[in-house]
C-alpha cells in the first residue's frame, strides 16, 4: 500500500517562496513508471493540477504556474518537494501530493493534503 504525507509550513508571507514535502512509503519514487505530482484545492474553488516529476526525473508544469513551480527529489529519502515563488493570498489552499499512473495517467494514491495560508 502506497502512502503520501505532505508537510511543510502552514503559513507563508506574501511574496515569500512556499516549500512543500511529500514523503512516500510503501513504493519508490523511482520505479518505471510512475509519476509524482501536486494539486492543490482553494477554499470553495476546485482542484488545480500544478506538475509532476517522473520516476526518472523528468519534470511537466502547468502552463499557468510554470513561472512560478519547481518539483524536485530527494531518492535517498524517498521524498519529493514543491517550490511556488512569490506567492500572494489566491495561493492559498489545501495541497495535495499524490501518484500518478504515468506522466499523462490518473491519480490512483493521494495524501491527505495540508492547509497553506498566505498571510502577512
Known amino acids: 500500500q502506497v502512502q503520501l504525507q505532505e508537510s511543510g509550513p502552514g503559513l507563508v508571507k506574501p511574496s515569500q517562496t512556499l516549500s512543500l514535502t511529500c514523503t512516500v512509503s510503501?513504493?519508490?519514487?523511482?520505479?518505471?513508471?510512475?509519476?509524482w505530482s501536486w494539486i492543490r484545492q482553494p477554499p470553495g474553488k476546485g482542484l488545480e493540477w500544478m506538475g509532476v516529476i517522473s520516476y526518472d526525473g523528468s519534470t511537466y508544469y502547468s502552463p499557468s504556474l510554470k513561472s512560478r513551480t519547481s518539483i524536485s527529489r530527494d531518492t535517498s529519502k524517498n521524498q519529493f518537494s514543491l517550490q511556488l515563488s512569490s506567492v500572494t493570498p489566491e495561493d492559498t489552499a489545501v495541497y495535495y501530493c499524490?501518484?500518478?499512473?504515468?506522466?499523462?495517467?490518473?491519480?490512483?494514491?493521494w495524501g491527505k493534503g495540508t492547509l497553506v495560508t498566505v498571510s502577512s
Open positions: 510503501g513504493g519508490s519514487i523511482t520505479t518505471s513508471y510512475y509519476a
Open positions: 499524490a501518484r500518478q499512473r504515468g506522466v499523462n495517467k490518473a491519480m490512483d494514491y
